[in-house]
């Protein structure tokens, strides 16, 4: 079975801190995204990377960054949370026809 | 700018009854999914179509791919309250200069049916 994990379900932190939020996938696939799901807006893309240490900007790239050191491994970075960041994030991973598998989310509080 | 509009944005209804769903745009899509999210979970991939015109059927839920690839229906026969979340349409799209793929995502329907 296909499997995309995320490091944390809830995650509580405050104004200013650094992030660190990480998906991993066990299906080989070459291409993982990050997204952010709030009411009313549905999901938009942050980031996606198709390859190692290969990244693409997407809608809402701003105040974001991303790591792919390993083809398992997506990591999102808030480098200094703010509030307007709240949010559930969705990680997800890309199988053929665009179908993407995604993990369970993490719902990310910032204080 | 690729949009996909979905209606109803919220629907309740009782155990026994059919619904559809409908997920609409101007623009041609290469594929489109069809994705079920429960409350504090991830979407889970129900369906892709990829041919206009066609039909896929999952139980009791029925797909349809629109003739122009514009636009997408989902029935339910039957509901019942394992049915409840949201239902989320989303169409293939290229992106940018190489061969880089997207999702354009609908804003999705919530479905609650009752028991």
């Known amino acids: 079975d296909v499997k995309v994990t995320q490091s944390s379900r809830y995650l509580v932190k405050r104004t200013g801190e650094k992030v660190f939020l990480e998906c991993v996938q066990d299906?080989?696939?070459?291409?993982m995204f990050w997204y952010r799901q709030d009411p009313g807006l549905g999901l938009r893309l942050i980031y996606f990377s198709y390859d190692v240490k290969m990244k693409e900007k997407g809608d809402i790239p701003e105040g974001y960054s991303v790591s792919r050191e390993k083809k398992e491994r997506f990591s999102l970075i808030l480098e200094s949370a703010s509030t307007n960041q709240t949010s559930m994030y969705l990680c997800?991973?890309?199988?053929?026809?665009?179908?993407?598998?995604f993990g369970p989310g993490t719902r990310l509080t910032v204080l | 700018t690729q949009l996909l509009e979905q209606s109803p944005q919220f629907l309740s209804i009782q155990e026994g009854e059919n619904l559809t769903v409908y997920c609409n745009s101007s623009?041609?899509?290469?594929?489109l999914q069809w994705y079920r999210q429960e409350p504090g979970e991830g979407p889970v991939l129900l369906v892709t179509?990829?041919?206009g015109g066609e039909v896929k059927k999952l139980k009791r839920l029925t797909f349809q791919f629109g003739d122009a690839r514009k636009d997408s229906s989902l029935h339910i026969t039957a509901a019942q309250p394992g049915d409840t979340g949201l239902y989320l349409c989303?169409?293939?799209?290229?992106w940018g200069a190489g061969n880089n793929r997207k999702l354009i995502w609908g804003l999705g329907t919530s479905l609650a049916v009752n028991p």
């Open positions: 179509v990829v041919t």
């Open positions: 989303a169409g293939g799209a290229r």
């Open positions: 623009s041609v899509f290469s594929s």
């Open positions: 299906m080989d696939h070459e291409n």
């Open positions: 997800a991973s890309r199988f053929d026809y665009n179908e993407q598998f």
